[in-house]
């Protein structure tokens, strides 16, 4: 089915460690976004791209870095990982006058 | 700016009504309902559009008074599967992808 695939589930780093999240989607939106959801807190916005080669920060962008290189493909790259840095990670992508497909989640852990 | 969403939570026995609703301080281009379950991502319910237009997946019933800034979000002889958290979104512009913000969440609590 179409939708948005994220990889992986699951992650639990060191701090300092760095890591890629992965998310891809196969609906040809223009529009994807990462979003980090910790208790209370609602759903905040990491990075987000209008498309290809054109990506902006969002509210939390500090030790996130993300690249488009394609309509498909919005990886976010964790620098330097931090405690702080726990949280449910979303990638999430829509096209105009519609709302967003979420992917499954990634729940990250460092320790 | 953040929309503000109330209640925080509601509790809410199956068959009941109950209205969740959503406010900002800024003029709305469009107005977003989602819903997650527990250990869910959120799933997209329904966009309200300045000038009346509405769409969405399901046959959730959603206002939105443009004058006044806000949505509500009714939900109608309520059923156990309607548990979660609804969660509002929302956009001041049809260009302002980087400034959609989700409100913080109303707990909605179904019980037989």
Redesign the interface.
Known sequence: NAGVTQTPKFQVLKTGQSMTLQCAQDMNHEYMSWYRQDPGMGLRLIHYSVGAGITDQGEVPNGYNVSRSTTEDFPLRLLSAAPSQTSVYFCASRSRSWGYTFGSGTRLTVV | Q?PVQSPQAVILREGEDAVINCSSSKALY?V?W?RQKHG????????L?KGG?Q??HEKISASFNEKKQQSSLYLTASQLSYSGTY?C?TEYS?DS??K??????TQVVVTP
């Open positions: 953040q469009s977003h989602y869910e991502a959120p799933v997209f319910l329904m966009i559009l237009e769409k969405g969660f979104g049809p992808w980087g959609f913000q989700f409100g913080a969440g």
